[in-house]
Structures are given as structure tokens and as C-alpha cells.
């Protein structure tokens, strides 16, 4: 061991000079490789059978999200100007290059199935703007007397018409959502009013936001982290050593992304935040010991100093650092791609940090020198205990009232269990932003006025039977169920398929009637009514809603919320009509990015209950395999399983859902935590093996590591408290609650593991 530590001294400031420029090479490969991952269908796992048949689904039916352009005339859209407006940002809209012309909605480009003397036509609602007053009436009444038009492309009180203009896969950039922007403001004036949302715009925001919102806070991190380094370190060099460590280490992780191709995700935002505020870990436990050597060895040299440091700390440092990175390695049993990279690339930062912390720390010393020793009470010292008497005080008060931590314990299991019965998972993107921001509120206006900006897909499928959706009962269950869904779930705002193009042929070929404004009884007449659209319409437009063969059908549910208790809603009446399908020959699927987006919750859901056991086991293993004692492991894994139930606990009171982000939330608090732990474990073996008596290895372990423990809190709970500056609510969640968890940990470690580590006697059973 001399021997090592003798070379590692020595080739300490060879080892920071190769870290540097390895560093440097890393900043360059970033500035031109790194990359933000705006499409959020690239978050999910495309081998999921869910995914591979939505996949399919929107290949069959054209499925894509849309972007919303709604157009606002308080005075009402029909007029001159609001119809122009209309008309010119349509065109407008149908010549980007990310968009098919056929894939551009409006009024100006809607057909209007209307009965004619010969039969059945279908034609425009306009093609030049309409000046005067009786042709603008005219087409007032044409658009109120079409139900598949009024309510979808134009509100009911007639203030609002929209655009839908739905995208190319894979095509969606920072550029493409700026020019969207800059053409939808540049029609409006004082009368007419434009709002843009929908999913691709969500996207769009997160992209933006993102990088803005790392931007911003890694500053106020590293501040925040610097003044309370400053006061816990004394020593302005310590803290910058410290300090370069994180820095490193956030350059190395962001540099094996861009290195290997990997995406910035939005969640991938908090890895900085994350390493700083755990990196510093290492600097302060290691700088604590140094202190106290420091304090009882005045004379020493900077290398007596340093050695003695690596000497006792190297092997908690090392075990904090593995222990940790289990806690984030285990989020690869996530299918979720953002927490499965977030917990890669955050384990080798951690990782990273112990390596530079080992060996450009060491250096650093050497070369600004040692912290300047403080003064102790030679009497307090006298008999091996540590110089702090409030540390001494608070161990064996701990020890002596042990049923306090003990019941006390017991009750907040108790509490947290009843707790997480409130737990919910949510899938909506759009909760990642702050109520009154722009896009929320924008969603909402477009919401109240249409259907939704959410939709989910419902695929019938009648497996290679042809012509099952001209069958008049099949066509009338599928209307009798939209009917249902849209009429029971305020969440609901439109349903549309086949049977809403059907409803309306057969009710303009009977003289406007509206008593057959239903799905006819012939079979027979269903198909000429097909005919006839295809020959006098856009055949393309059935292609959404049906197949070639009639044996597969889209229906599209708009919903005015994207988040997983909206969409479970339409889901439980949509299963209660599953068995008279069944009897049919008919299979239900789902499709679109809604399902996916509720898909997705479950993933989330069950990564995070794998990740949680196998993190658990893991970290039990690694410590008993550490301190070679099954006991110790099943001991020193009693703080983070409590921290943990009182997170989840927490969540389920105050409503708080599980999110890609909160997802992230029990493997930080393992990861985290289990730190306190091993240090704590660590000075306990060590201080046992020096004296018989189990209060003063106690009162010792809680002087020299508990202090650093507590300073080690301080830090990771300011750095996580900046999260709450964040433009995402859910960072914003992130923050407390792990703040929160680095105190139960804290708190669980001192109090219920010290006392645990007290009854059980180990250590000292060998010594009687």
C-alpha cells in the first residue's frame, strides 16, 4: 500500500495534466457533436409490441400529430380578412418542405359532402375569399349545417377556425419550429389573434427550454455550492480543488455522450446539477479527514498530510463512489431511453469524480498546500475521544433512548405505506410546464373552443375479413360507441371515423333530413355511397379513417388533456364495448402518440420498481461483501429503504405523480444516500477496532465521519434546493424531494442505523 501511494503522489501532477487534456478534447467533440432530442417518440423503446403496432398503425392510416394553428377573430372568422388569413397562411403552410400539401387541414382545403339533384357532390367550402355579405352568410350556413366541420375546424360560437397541418416523422428541428412561429405571428393584426400548439410544438418548447434552463442553473449550482464549500472547507483552495473535480467530471459524462452519438434528452438537463452536487462528496470527506490530521498533527508535511489521507479514506471514497453508481446503473432496467442514459452516463461521471478526486484533489494540495490547523483541547482528547462534544452528546443520547429511533421509525413506514396508496403516474408532457406559461395556455384556449390537442387512436381490426365496415350493425356499434365515449367523458371533446362520413352521406342524399343522420340498414347502400365519394371527393381522405379492403378502421378520439388518467378514462368505456366487438370478429388496438405516451407511464412505472429492487439487493451484496459481514449490509441498507418509502410516501399525499423526471427519483436517493452509509460503516469498523467499549467507538464514528456526513448533506440538499429555480414543475419536484431524501438519509443514518450497529453488537461479539 506505501508503495502505491508513493507512486500516486508522485505521478499525481502527470495524472492532472493528461485529465486536462483529455478534458479539453472532450469540450471540442461537444461543441460539434452534441445534439438535443426534440421528438419525443424517440424516448420510448420501439421493439415494445405496443410500439411496433402503433408504428405500423400510423403507416397504415397516416397517422401523425399535428400542429394547431388557430386563428382568433373575436368578431367572428367570417369576414373578408379572417378568411384571407385563413387561406394565405394554408398555402403558406402546405409549401414547407416538412409538410405534404395533403397533410394540410383548414376550411380552405375541407370537403363539404353536400346532396345534389344527380346524387351526392363534394366540394369546397370556398377557393377564392368570399367579399360579399350574402356569400359570406352562405358560407356561414354551409359550414354550421356540416356537424363533420363545425365544432372540428370552426368553433361553435364561430370565433376560431383552425389549421392542422401534420408532419413528416424524423423531420421536426430548432429551425423548423422557429419558422412556424415567425410565419403563424406575422398574419396576426389588431383584429385577428393566432395561437400555435400541439405535440410537435411541445416538443419544439422542451428543446428550446431545455439547454436554457441547464444554462441557467448550473451557474446559480456552482455558486450555491461554492459558498457553502467556503464555509464548511475554510479554505478558498480547498473549495476550488473541489470544485474542479465536478467540472471534470460534467465535461467527461457530456463528453462520452457526444462521443458516442447520444442525444441530450430533457431529463438529461439535471446530470450537471446531479454532479455537482455529488461530487463534491468525495472533496469534503477527504478534506474533513485531512483537517482533523491536520489538527492533531500541526508538524506534518503536506506529504505525511496527503498520504494519511488516501491511507484511511481511499476505500470509502472508492466504496461511496461504487455504491452510488449502482444506484444509477440500476435505472438500465428502465425501457425508458432518457432514464436509461441518464443513469449510465451519471454513474460514469461518479465514477469519474472518484478517480479525479484521488488524484488531481491530492495534487492540488501539494501544490497550494495544507488548511491551517486549528487549535484543539488537549483534555478533551485525552482519552481517544474526538475534540466535538456535541457529536459525543447526541451518540450517546442516540444509543441511550434507542426505542425513540426505533418507534419512531416504525411509525413513518407506517405513514408512508398509507402514503403511496395515492400514487399516480402521469405520461403528459405538457404538466412539464408552468400553468400560466404560454403553451399551457394556448392548449387550453384550443381546448375550450375544439375537440382536444391529445388524441389516441382506437384500431378495429377484422382480421383479413374484407368488407366488414360497410356491415351496417358494425358500423353502428362503432357510432354507438364514439357516441358513448364523447358523451360520458367531459375529457372527451370529438370522436371521428368512417361512421361520421357514412352519417353524413346518408343524411345530404335525403334532402338534409336530419333523421338520417345515421348509419343506413343496407349494406348495398353503405357501398355506393363510397363509390359515389370516391368518385366526386378526395379518396385519400377515407385512407385515414379505413383500409383498401374495409377489414381494418381508424378512430381518432380527441382528447383536451394528454396525461394518463384522461386517457384511462376513454379506455374504460372503450373496453366495456370489447366483447360485442369480439362476437363480431373484431380485435381492438390502440395506436397514435397518446396510447404511446400512456404506454410509456407503464414503462416508467415498472423500471422504477425494477431499478428500486435491484439497486437494494445490489448495494446489500456490495456491503456485505465490503465489510465481509451479511449484518453490516442488511444494517447499513436500513436509511435508504426508509428514505425511499418516506419519498414515495410523500408523493402519494401531496398528489405528486411519477414522471420521467420523478421516475429518476428513488436511485438518486440510493445512490445518493447509501454514501452516508459507508462512511459511516467504514470509521465505525475502524474506530470498533481500537477499543472494547461500543459508546466510545460510537461517540467517535459519529465526531470524525458524522460531522463529514452532515457537511457532505449541506451540500447535496443546496445543490438540489437550485432545482427549485427550474422552468420545469417537475425539476422543480425533483429538487425538494431529494433534498428531503438527503435529510431522511442523513437523519436515518445517525439516529436508527447507529443504533441497529449498537444492539447488534458486531464488532465486538469476539471480544465478549
Known amino acids: 500500500m506505501e508503495k502505491i501511494l508513493n507512486k500516486l503522489l508522485n505521478y499525481s501532477w502527470y495524472s492532472t495534466i493528461v485529465i486536462v487534456a483529455i478534458t479539453v478534447a472532450f469540450i471540442m467533440l461537444m461543441k ?4 438535443m432530442e426534440t421528438n419525443l417518440d424517440k424516448y ?20 401523425q400529430d399535428g400542429i394547431i394553428i388557430a386563428i382568433e377573430n373575436k368578431n367572428g372568422v367570417f369576414n373578408a380578412e379572417t378568411l384571407d388569413t385563413l387561406k394565405q397562411l394554408t398555402k403558406r403552410f402546405q409549401k414547407f418542405e416538412e409538410i405534404e400539401k395533403n397533410d394540410v387541414t383548414s376550411l380552405y382545403t ?24 350574402e356569400k359570406l352568410q352562405k358560407l356561414k350556413e354551409n359550414v354550421e349545417n356540416n356537424e363533420m366541420i363545425f365544432g372540428r375546424l370552426v368553433s361553435t360560437d364561430g370565433t376560431v377556425t383552425v389549421i392542422i397541418a401534420e408532419i413528416k416523422d424524423d423531420v421536426f428541428t430548432q429551425e423548423f419550429y422557429e419558422e412556424i412561429l415567425k410565419v403563424a405571428k406575422a398574419s396576426e393584426t389588431d383584429e385577428i389573434k393566432i395561437h400555435v400548439a400541439g405535440r410537435p410544438i411541445v416538443e419544439g418548447t422542451m428543446a428550446l427550454l ?15 455550492i461554492f459558498l457553502v464549500l467556503f464555509i464548511t472547507l475554510r479554505s478558498f483552495k480547498g473549495t476550488l480543488i473541489t470544485l474542479g473535480v465536478v467540472f471534470f467530471s460534467t465535461i467527461w459524462a457530456f463528453g462520452l455522450m457526444a462521443a458516442v452519438d447520444i442525444p441530450i434528452y430533457a431529463v438529461s438537463t439535471m446530470i450537471p446539477v446531479m454532479l455537482i452536487a455529488i461530487g463534491v462528496a468525495d472533496g469534503i470527506h477527504l478534506y474533513s479527514h485531512l483537517h482533523t490530521f491536520v489538527d492533531h498533527n500541526p508538524e506534518a508535511s503536506k506529504r505525511e498530510a496527503v498520504k494519511d489521507m488516501l491511507k484511511h479514506m481511499w476505500k470509502p471514497v472508492v466504496m461511496t463512489s461504487v455504491t452510488t453508481a449502482v444506484g444509477f446503473i440500476s435505472l438500465l432496467t428502465s425501457q425508458v431511453y432518457p432514464v436509461k442514459y441518464f443513469g449510465v452516463f451519471t454513474a460514469f461521471g461518479v465514477m469519474m469524480a472518484m478517480v479525479f478526486s484521488l488524484v488531481f484533489l491530492p495534487a492540488g494540495i501539494m501544490i497550494f498546500g495544507l488548511p491551517k490547523a486549528k487549535k484543539i483541547n488537549k483534555e478533551d482528547d485525552k482519552e481517544g475521544h474526538s475534540h466535538s462534544k456535541l457529536a459525543n452528546n447526541f451518540a450517546a443520547w442516540t444509543v441511550k433512548h434507542k426505542n425513540v429511533s426505533i418507534i419512531g421509525t416504525a411509525l413513518i413506514i407506517v405513514l408512508s405505506v398509507i402514503g403511496m396508496q395515492g400514487m399516480w403516474i402521469n405520461s403528459s408532457f405538457l404538466d412539464k410546464f408552468e400553468n400560466d406559461s404560454e403553451i399551457v395556455q394556448t392548449d387550453k384556449f384550443i381546448n375550450e373552443h375544439f375537440g382536444g390537442t391529445s388524441s389516441l387512436n382506437l384500431i378495429l381490426d377484422a382480421k383479413g375479413k374484407k368488407d366488414t365496415f360497410k356491415e351496417p350493425e358494425v358500423l353502428r356499434l362503432v357510432d354507438k360507441m364514439q ?27 335525403n334532402a338534409d333530413n336530419e333523421a338520417f343522420n345515421t348509419i343506413p340498414d343496407n349494406k348495398n347502400m353503405i357501398a355506393q355511397y363510397l363509390l359515389l365519394y370516391e368518385m366526386s371527393g378526395n379518396p385519400e381522405n377515407l385512407n385515414k379513417v379505413v383500409d383498401y379492403d374495409y377489414e381494418k378502421l381508424n378512430i381518432t378520439f380527441q382528447l383536451k388533456s394528454d396525461n394518463s388518467k384522461a386517457i384511462n378514462s376513454a379506455l374504460d368505456v372503450i373496453h366495456t364495448y370489447e366483447e360485442d366487438f369480439k362476437k363480431m370478429g373484431i380485435t381492438l388496438n390502440y395506436a397514435g402518440s397518446g396510447y404511446k405516451g400512456l404506454v410509456f407511464t407503464d414503462l416508467i412505472l415498472e423500471g422504477q420498481i425494477m431499478s428500486l429492487i435491484l439497486s437494494l439487493i445490489i448495494i446489500v451484496v456490495l456491503l456485505s461483501f465490503m465489510f465481509k459481514n451479511i449484518k453490516i449490509g442488511l444494517i447499513g441498507s436500513v436509511p435508504i429503504i426508509i428514505t425511499a ?6 408523493m402519494g399525499f401531496l398528489g405528486i405523480p411519477l414522471s420521467t423526471t420523478t421516475a429518476l427519483l428513488s436511485s438518486i436517493a440510493i445512490g445518493i444516500g447509501i454514501d452516508y452509509a459507508v462512511h459511516f460503516l467504514e470509521q465505525y469498523r475502524h474506530n470498533a477496532s481500537n477499543t472494547n467499549d461500543k459508546l466510545v467507538a460510537a461517540q467517535k464514528t459519529m465526531a470524525h465521519s458524522g460531522k463529514a456526513i452532515i457537511y457532505n448533506a449541506i451540500v447535496v440538499i443546496a445543490g438540489f434546493l437550485v432545482l427549485l429555480f427550474s422552468v420545469f414543475p417537475p425539476n422543480r419536484e425533483l429538487g425538494a424531494l431529494v433534498s428531503l431524501n438527503m435529510f431522511t438519509s442523513l437523519a436515518g443514518t445517525l439516529t436508527i442505523m447507529l443504533v441497529l450497529l449498537y444492539m447488534s453488537n458486531v464488532y465486538f461479539k469476539k471480544r465478549g
Do not use: C
Open 110 to 133: 375541407a370537403d363539404n359532402i353536400v346532396g345534389t339533384e344527380d346524387g351526392m357532390d363534394v366540394k369546397n367550402f370556398f377557393k377564392r375569399v368570399p367579399k360579399s355579405a
Open 44 to 63: 420510448m423503446p420501439h421493439d415494445h409490441p405496443a410500439f411496433i403496432y402503433s408504428d405500423l398503425a400510423e403507416e397504415w392510416f397516416n397517422i
Open 210 to 224: 431545455g439547454p436554457a434552463d441547464m444554462k441557467r442553473m448550473v451557474p446559480i449550482v456552482l455558486l450555491v
Open 32 to 35: 460539434e457533436n452534441t445534439k
Open 645 to 650: 418509502l418516506i419519498s414515495f410516501g410523500i
Open 483 to 509: 357516441k358513448d365515449v364523447d358523451g360520458q367523458l367531459q375529457v372527451v371533446g370529438n370522436t371521428f371515423s368512417l361512421a361520421d362520413y357514412i352519417n353524413r352521406m346518408n343524411k345530404v342524399m
